[in-house]
């Protein structure tokens, strides 16, 4: 759970919950496509990068200054703590519960 500061909470998954690539594995999936042909944005949770259809098309994530991903169905302001909306990839966000994903 995370507290605003006007008091209101909401839900987050924090990084722990969904970090789980090693450094590595991130690394390699950046590696993957050939930067060219795939468009130059990059899943914000595996690193693998998304072709501009699917960035443009797919899903994407609020996240906090920590690392922790939002609940966006509850459309709270987490002020100073947001660190913005992010892309990911279609593998991702099959592995995200539906509250934690949204398309823009």
Do not use: Y
Not at 20 to 47: F, M, P, Y
């Amino acid at each position: 759970m995370f507290t605003t500061s006007n008091g209101e909470t909401i839900q987050i998954l924090p990084k722990s919950e969904w970090d789980l690539l090693t450094i590595d594995q991130k690394e390699a999936n950046q590696k993957k496509h050939n930067r060219n042909t795939k468009g130059s944005d990059s899943c914000r949770l595996c690193d693998q990068l998304l072709t501009d259809n699917a960035r443009d098309n797919g899903f994407f994530v609020h996240m906090t200054v920590g690392g922790a991903l939002v609940d966006v169905t509850t459309q709270i302001n987490i002020g100073d703590e947001s660190q913005g909306w992010f892309p990911i990839g279609s593998s991702c966000a099959k592995k995200l519960p539906k509250q934690f994903k949204t398309k823009l």
